[in-house]
């Protein structure tokens, strides 16, 4: 090889190795610029700005291959070039971009309907370039006519784009009209120097690296200025503006049902392409072979796509259907309760009152009784009914008190408690209305205990509620025994209710707000979601769950004050007793 020929392969090389760094390093500037903005917990806005930057990397490929056949293979890009398909396909990211319109802070649309909505567009403008252009490379190929018709697509797309992000300059404010204004200006500045290299080309006199090249690359740097200001503002971006939000609901409507006209205008568009290649096109029958040929084969991806877009939406109608009935069944059960609790704070008060009463006639039978049983005058006969009675007297004074606390009757505060107090007060309250001989209540509860410092009502209200529903359980099935145990625990107390019924269905949602396994009209599904909270205040821990020998276990672990220890204050035995209901 000659000398001079290998100067000319050298400073070829050195050309093509310039240009593509140059054209390489002005489109990932673009998309650096892009990027930046790629990283927000907006989905909307990181799609808006991967797109661009896809957009200008489609762009990139595109001017490799026509560099690689001027300036590395040193031939005229061939005329008919089915590569330039790159160069139209840029414009759909843009396209699918403007559509996210991420200025707009309404509620988030689902990205798996946005990636279907990209490609539906994907295919059908894909379809469209293979009607109008590929048939004049392919079927009957014809310079002029590829040329006009490419051309003639590109530029529809083109101002489609610069249409579309007026729109959204005009119509947004802050900084984000400031980026569309921009993202504006290079759409502008690419439309109008790709329509002075169109001119070029047709006069032969573009060749890559020309003058012409300078305002198309020019773009990239613009969009990337773009992105840097969105991103050196994007605190401000976040910031509410007048036009950031829908105060008309059917606008949001509309935008969330543009997507479905646009499948369905896809698929209905198919025919009337048919339709004009049989009956009104004169073109040769080649092209209209290749065209039918192109319809057909698009019409089976458009129409997967508008099935599965139909069968993700109908089966997303479905959730929400299910999530609407079930909102509207714990809106019944809400209102219930709210009833329910009117009722129940109204027969509170009429037995705070009747409590009250109830207490003086109780005095004076305390009080009289005592006289009689510790008379020596009296009969030993009369003295032992006497006692009797005030024994008696004094278990109903006990069990209005309780009724009282549990009314909430009485101010509510921290003080220390014991908790077997609390437990056997819980028992007594709750056995008065014990319904079947085969279900009773078994007490375990362990002498001495360290106190807790709580709410006794509160408390009390937790106990009495997971024995109910223990006991409710049992009498569901053929009875049973409720266990109650309390224990220490390390730095706790602990308090055990361990049932032999039917067990738990789901332990893992028996706390939650109108979960219930019970029909309509009988619970609510607050009541134990109301432990949980009162629990929780206490700094303990509640837990349930079934054992392997049948029945459940709920677990209440409250935290022990070590420091003193209470009085022992127990009205049951702390051996294992059966309250029996009063005849």
């Not at 049932?499 to 609510?524: I, M, N």
């Amino acid at each position: 090889m000659s000398s001079s020929r290998r100067i000319a392969w050298m400073v070829g090389t050195w050309i093509f190795i310039l240009v593509i760094y140059s054209a390489a390093s002005l489109s990932l500037l673009a998309n650096a610029g892009l990027l930046l903005n790629a990283g927000t917990p907006h989905w909307r806005r990181n799609l808006f700005w991967m797109l661009i930057a896809m957009s200008c990397t489609l762009w990139m490929i595109g001017q490799f291959q026509w560099t690689y056949h001027e300036v590395y293979l040193h031939k005229p890009l061939p005329d008919l070039n089915p590569g330039d398909i790159v160069f139209f396909l840029r414009g759909i990211p843009m396209m699918a971009a403007l559509a996210l319109r991420p200025h707009r802070r309404r509620g988030e649309i689902r990205l798996r309907f946005g990636y279907l909505d990209l490609v539906l567009l994907f295919t059908w403008w894909t379809f469209l370039y293979a009607f109008a252009v590929l048939p004049w490379i392919y079927a009957s190929p014809m310079v002029a006519q590829y040329n006009y018709n490419y051309n003639l697509l590109a530029n529809i797309q083109n101002m489609v784009i610069v249409g579309g992000l007026a729109s959204l300059w005009l119509t947004s404010s802050g900084v984000w009209r400031i980026v569309y204004a921009n993202l504006f200006g290079g759409a502008t500045l690419y439309l109008l120097t790709s329509l002075v290299i169109n001119v070029a080309i047709a006069g032969g006199r573009y060749y890559t690296g020309s003058l012409y090249d300078l305002p198309l690359l020019s773009h990239f740097l613009w969009l990337a200025l773009a992105g840097v200001i969105a991103y050196q503002n994007r605190s401000k971006s976040d910031a509410p503006s007048e036009n950031a939000y829908d105060s008309d609901p059917d606008s949001t409507s509309e935008e969330n049902v543009w997507p479905a006209r646009l499948a369905m205008a896809a698929v209905i568009s198919l025919p009337v392409f048919a339709i004009y290649t049989l009956r009104f096109s004169h073109d040769d029958p080649e092209v209209r072979d290749f065209r039918l040929m192109a319809t057909l084969i698009a019409s089976v991806p458009l129409a997967l796509l508008i099935f599965l877009r139909t069968h993700l939406a109908d089966r997303d109608r479905s959730r929400l259907l299910a999530k609407s009935e079930q909102s509207i069944e714990n809106l019944k059960r809400l209102q219930a309760q709210i009833v329910q609790s009117e009722k129940l704070a109204s027969l509170g008060q009429l037995a705070a009152g009747a409590a009250h009463e109830i207490n003086n006639p109780l005095a004076a039978i305390l009080g009289f009784s005592d006289l009689l049983a510790d008379d020596p005058t009296v009969p030993e006969k009369a003295r032992i009914t006497a006692s009797k009675i005030r024994d008696q007297a004094r278990r109903t004074k006990t069990l209005v008190g309780n009724l009282l606390s549990f009314a909430r009757q009485v101010p509510a505060e921290r003080t220390l408690l014991d908790i077997n107090t609390v437990v056997n007060n819980a028992v007594q309250l709750r056995a008065l209305d014990l319904r079947s001989g085969t279900t009773r209540i078994e007490l375990q509860l362990e002498s001495v205990l360290p106190g807790v410092r709580g709410d006794g009502n509160q408390l009390m209200q937790v106990f009495f509620n997971i024995i109910s529903n223990a006991l409710e359980a049992m009498e569901a099935a053929t009875g049973g025994v409720l266990t109650i145990k309390t224990i220490r625990d390390r730095g706790n107390v602990v308090i055990l209710f361990s049932d032999s019924g039917p067990g738990l269905k789901d332990p893992h949602r028996v706390f939650d707000p109108f979960y219930t396994t019970k029909p309509v009209g009988k619970g609510t599904g607050l009541v134990l979601s109301i432990c949980f909270g009162i629990v929780q205040e206490h700094g303990g821990k509640i837990l349930c769950y079934n054992r392997q020998e049948g029945g459940a276990v709920f677990r209440v672990e409250l935290p022990a004050v070590l420091a003193a220890f209470p009085a022992k204050e127990l009205h049951l035995s702390t051996t294992s007793t059966t309250p029996q209901k009063p005849s």
